[in-house]
């Protein structure tokens, strides 16, 4: 017989690796236990109970029991009992999931209190006001969070009770002011719930514990795990741990401490402290607190303390790591560890100062770090000069720089967004509710709370610029407005710019520049911190990547700067651009063309300027393979639209004679689906002379370039094929022209000629196809489509959004490979032509070369190559290394 499950785990009885069932802060809590860190006891129910309540709507029958059974054990660890009305044991309830959610599911603080346990509390403690303090708290959270009373309600009657005292802050709120606030609490409860506040203790715990189960699926937590990929059935966690009070005195407080600064990777501990205060005061920004250096002078010893058990930390988890701490009169107590969230910056640099120190190897430094961080990095800053003054200063959050229409709320935030417009968001102070909006917007900007605070941790989370702390600025949302502390009112819609590094707001659009890592990036080198750690990076990956990168490129100029970022080559080099603009006529003029001597006339035309293309692209990648494909879109692209022409021949009073052809020949070439028409190696094969003037301008730059003492490597690709006998057609004309090249010129050509794989029905027969190709390029974007049947344009603007929102698509499938359908169809065709020939070279060259997630499955398929645009080249390479050690290692997390 199976064990039984079992639904709790006492702290002491849990580990590290338990992350799954215990959440991340359980298996946190359980570690420090075992490493022998002061924890106030505890124990967690675990996400499996979590699950069985989403699935059941109830508890799991057992969970009574067990849970009832760790508190009896808690209780006489503590030697208190929960909500005795001497000298009361209380707890605090909180949510913790597999992967860290900050913010975005519920905590409960103070459980136990009751009308007559306040009063045990106030005694044992000596500290009345205290005591009240937390029970009216306890009213407070329970009030909100278990029995869905509206928040506002809690904070109106503060608000009356300090404009009456005249109290700036709820810290100078005596005892007495605290029991009316108190009942006042208690009668909004039963107002609001028609119930009353629940004196039972284990009532209240096991209402606490479920409705941190239901926070699972509150809006908050959904939109959250939805942008971070995060599966909707882990469930969470819930831990359930002693209470320890910071609010005891001057002698007490709370803070949150990182191992090291998880904004610049800075080395050194570093953080937020608190005096006197209790729970989430820190994280919720309510009250600005002290950075933890001036700890070292309020208490030194527990100071010195921290410091131990942070080193202790870090040298255990070998990694950043930050932990919530108490100090209950002068003994210290940490409530919470995890691996801490950074910028992308600290990253990069704490992931190299680790492997300078001996802690990672170089390997585990690269797992650290991801592309899209790198991307973040490489982002333009602001170019300020001496004479801007900044509106404000504040905490540099979470650097960037981020220009934007301000805005007050999250609704506007999103709306804005909606239509396109960039918005910073503006408050005092965020709270989960505006997670919605700070999505939405560009940076985040407020006036209160600290680098730890709600707006300051989510937004580093997110990648987001944010500034918090600007005091100077007075916000005033129902005015839509801010006013400086000089006078300068700045209302909705006004652009300003935040700079996320330096920490200041300025009026107006500043001009940006590229970043130091961006530029450093385009030139191999760079000094500085951050430069040298991103580079240090790049040039691991480099030496350990299998995936090789090239560029997607159509110009000289894109092909130097591919190059610069480190391109092997280019992957693809898409002909038809060079068809727009002033040559769109001699395009025409092949359309139009009535005879043979005609079209021959019009392709003659374009032959020297495809040549010069192809020149200055071969030039440019000289030495590196350069992969041209054959062009691939309809011809009736290059036309001008039916109804405006149509109009306009309408309108003319002498019909232009050559509009009247122009429109004959696009009502000729319309076509309903244009994405499955005349296109690719079927526009080849149709339109008789095009492919062999784009052959002959390929064979001629080759020749060239050698004569000019290059080393070109031009490959031709043929797009679109479905069937291997379309590619031994193209590839029967393709060679006809080189050798016709080849003889008038005396120069052997013996260049690679290769398919796009961008259809099922290629994929499917690819190793037919593989016999008549030197080479594939998976085409992801079409075999996309195709795969799907969706055309990309017309999906994304229509029903993709309720499809993320479903969960029918976890990301787009135009972004992220589809692994389980288009992706198989990949590892297919690969196995397939690798049979009939093994070394054929392979690669992909759809968008989805440069996303992260891919290009770590391109590699697993076993491709030689991927491709993408230049700017994410970089971060192409990076991940191409990190995909190569999860190969080895098998423990990578892409997400
Ligand atoms: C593709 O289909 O993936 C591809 C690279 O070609 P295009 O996007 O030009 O159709
Ligand atoms: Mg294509």
Not at 167 to 180: I, K, P, Q, S
Not at 313 to 335: K, N, Q, S
Request: aromatic fraction near 6%; include cysteine; charge should be negative.
């Amino acid at each position: 017989m199976s064990k039984p499950t079992k639904y709790v785990y006492e702290f002491a009885e849990g580990s590290r690796t338990m992350a799954a069932l215990l959440g991340g802060k359980g298996a946190g809590l359980a570690e420090m236990t075992g490493l022998g860190l002061p924890v106030p006891p505890g124990f967690t129910v675990t996400t499996e109970a979590c699950k069985v309540y989403l699935a059941t709507g109830q508890e799991p029958p057992e969970l009574g029991v067990e849970a009832a059974h760790a508190l009896a054990g808690l209780e006489r660890a503590m030697g208190r009992t929960l909500g005795a009305p001497e000298d009361p044991l209380l707890v605090s309830v909180r949510s913790g999931a597999r992967f860290s959610m900050p913010g975005m599911m519920e905590t409960i603080l103070d459980i136990g209190l009751n009308d007559e346990s306040v009063t045990g509390l106030a005694k044992a403690s000596g500290q009345e006001r205290a005591a009240w303090d937390s029970y009216r708290r306890l009213v407070q959270m329970f009030g909100r969070t278990v029995m869905g009373v509206d928040g506002d309600l809690f904070e109106a009657a503060i608000a009356a009770h300090r404009a009456r005292r005249g109290a700036a802050t709820d810290h100078e709120l005596d005892t007495g002011e605290l029991v009316l606030l108190t009942e006042e609490f208690k009668d909004i409860v039963r107002k609001e719930t028609g119930e009353d506040f629940p004196q039972d203790p284990a009532e209240q715990l096991a209402r606490a514990i479920r409705a941190v189960f239901d926070s699972w699926n509150g809006e908050r937590a959904r939109v959250y795990r939805r942008r971070e990929h995060i599966p909707d059935d882990l469930g969470t966690a819930v831990n359930i741990q002693a209470m320890v009070f910071g609010n005891l005195g001057d002698d007490s407080g709370t803070g949150v401490a990182f191992t090291r600064d998880p904004a610049t990777g800075e080395r050194g501990m570093y953080g937020d402290y608190l005096p006197d205060a209790q729970g989430e005061d820190v994280v919720a920004g309510v009250r600005d607190a002290l950075p933890l250096s001036e700890l070292k002078a309020l208490d030194p010893r527990a100071y010195v303390e921290l410091g131990d058990h942070l080193r202790t930390l870090e040298a255990h988890y070998r990694d950043l790591c930050d932990v919530e701490f108490t100090v209950e009169r002068g003994r210290l107590w940490i409530l919470q560890t995890r691996v801490g969230k950074r910028t992308a910056e600290a990253a990069f640099r704490i992931a190299h100062d680790l492997r300078e120190e001996g802690t990672v190897t170089a390997d585990e430094a690269l797992t650290r770090v991801s592309g899209a961080e790198l991307t973040r990095l490489m982002f333009p800053r602001f170019d300020v000069k001496a004479t801007d003054q900044p509106l404000a200063h504040g905490v540099p959050a979470s650097p960037g720089a981020a220009v934007g229409a301000v805005v007050f709320d999250s609704a506007e935030a999103v709306r804005r967004a909606a239509a396109g417009e960039p918005t910073v968001l503006v408050r005092r102070e965020t709270t989960p509710d505006d997670l919605p909006g700070m999505i939405a917007a560009q940076a985040v900007l407020t006036s209160r709370g600290g680098k730890t605070s709600h707006a300051a941790v989510v937004a580093r989370g997110m990648g987001k610029v944010c500034v918090c702390d600007a005091e100077e600025l007075t916000v005033d949302p129902a005015a839509r407005r801010f006013t400086t502390s000089t006078g300068t009112v700045v209302r909705e819609g006004d652009t300003v710019s935040v700079d996320g590094t330096a920490g200041t707001v300025h009026l107006g659009a500043l001009p940006l520049t590229a970043s130091d890592v961006g530029r450093a990036l385009e030139r191999g080198t760079g000094t500085g911190a951050l430069t040298e750690a991103v580079l240090g990076a790049l040039a691991h990956a480099d030496s350990v990547r299998r995936l090789e990168v090239r560029a997607n490129a159509d110009t000289p100029e894109d092909a130097v700067r591919a190059r610069a970022l480190g391109a092997q080559g280019i992957g693809l080099c898409r002909t038809e651009h060079m068809f727009l603009g002033e040559r769109r006529a001699l395009v025409e003029a092949m359309i139009l063309a009535r005879d043979d001597t005609a079209r021959a006339q019009a392709l003659a035309a374009l032959l020297p300027l495809q040549r010069t293309d192809f020149t200055g692209i071969l030039q440019a990648m000289d030495g590196l393979p350069v992969t041209i494909r054959l062009i691939d879109p309809p011809l009736h692209e290059f036309l001008p639209d039916r109804t405006e022409l149509a109009v306009r021949l309408a309108g003319a009073t002498h019909p232009d004679l050559h509009d009247r052809q122009l429109l004959d020949a696009v009502e000729r070439m319309h076509e309903q689906n244009p994405m499955l028409g005349l296109r690719g190696v079927r526009l080849g094969l149709a339109v008789p002379g095009l492919m062999a003037m784009q052959v002959r301008a390929i064979a001629e730059a080759v020749v060239g370039r050698l004569r000019a003492g290059g080393q070109p490597h031009a490959e031709i690709m043929i797009p679109l094929v479905g069937t291997v006998e379309e590619l031994r057609l193209a590839r029967a004309e393709t060679e006809r022209v080189l050798a016709e090249v080849a003889a008038e010129t005396g120069t052997p050509l013996d260049l690679p000629i290769g398919t796009m794989i961008e259809l099922p029905r290629a994929a499917l027969t690819a190793a037919r196809i593989a016999k008549a190709a030197d080479f594939f390029s998976f085409g992801t974007n079409d075999l996309t489509q195709t795969t799907w049947g969706l055309s990309r344009d017309d999906a994304e603007a229509s029903f993709f959004p309720l499809y993320l929102e479903k969960g029918i698509f976890e990301t787009s499938p135009f972004e992220t490979i589809d692994q389980e359908g288009v992706g198989r169809l990949v590892q297919f065709a690969v196995t397939a032509a690798r049979e009939v020939d093994p070394h054929l070279e392979t690669g992909v060259c759809g968008e989805h070369g440069g996303d992260p997630q891919s290009i770590h499955f391109f590699h697993r398929a076993g491709l030689d190559y991927v491709s993408c645009s230049p700017f994410r080249l970089p971060a192409a390479r990076l991940e191409a290394g990190r995909a190569a050690i999860a190969d080895t290692t098998d423990t990578s997390d892409t997400r």
